[in-house]
């Protein structure tokens, strides 16, 4: 039995592994210390309700919302989006490379193909209008806003009059690209600022990294 303890003996799961840092810094638009940094966010998310460093949807809108008794369609759909194997619960590295979409230099392509998903609520490769009916309706609740049902239905319509330029009623994923294109404000919500400043947030974390940015080099 002691044996077998020390064979599985793993790492602590408050320190990062080194590899795995680099990797993540790698296939995303993080460096080494803001993958670091991300850690210690990710750490203090995933322990806050359930201790066992996973995020539960639970913790995402205590995160997001300080309650985590509200529900809210757009943060529910954002959680499924960041939970790419469908388990229930964000892991680190889905955690970090969902982000990364979010970051002021992640390319626009994969923020428009992440707010497309976003509104294809049915994942059925269209946006419907009642899909983003629905989406709109969740953006004003996450911020607050009451805003008449008529004004509601008008957005819905003025967004379908130019984006559905095939007239069937849905919105492809080619039109939503010609449409985010042609209306740069519909990504505004995919882009936070300050991830491009999280070493900030955690500097003595960061200080003592034991990872290089040289790592990086090819």
């Keep these: 039995m002691g044996c077998l303890q020390t064979k599985h003996a793993s790492r602590s799961p408050h320190l990062l592994d080194t590899r795995e840092a680099v990797a993540l810094a790698a296939e995303t638009s993080f460096t080494v210390s803001e993958v670091e940094a991300l850690h210690e966010l990710f750490r203090k998310i995933s322990n806050s309700i359930i201790e066992d460093n996973l995020i539960h949807k639970e913790e995402f809108h205590l995160a997001l919302f300080r309650s985590k008794k509200k529900q809210n369609l757009f943060v529910d759909r954002v959680f499924d989006l960041f939970d790419q194997k469908r388990n229930g619960v964000i892991e680190f590295g889905e955690f970090v490379r969902s982000l990364s979409v979010f ?92 991830l491009k400043d999280i070493t900030m947030v955690f500097p003595s974390f960061v200080m003592h990294s034991e990872i290089s940015e040289t790592d990086m080099a090819v």
């Design 103 to 194: 970051h002021p230099d992640a390319p626009e392509e994969q923020k428009v193909a992440f707010a497309f998903k976003l509104y294809d609520l049915r994942q059925t490769g269209f946006i419907e209008r009642h899909e983003l009916k629905e989406m709109v309706l969740a953006l004003l609740d996450e911020s607050d806003l009451d805003i008449a049902s008529d004004a509601v239905e008008m957005i819905v319509d003025r967004t379908f009059d130019q984006a559905d330029t095939k007239g069937d009623g849905k919105i492809d994923q080619e039109e939503w690209t010609a449409y985010a294109k042609d209306n740069p404000y519909v990504l505004r919500n995919m882009t936070l600022p300050y």
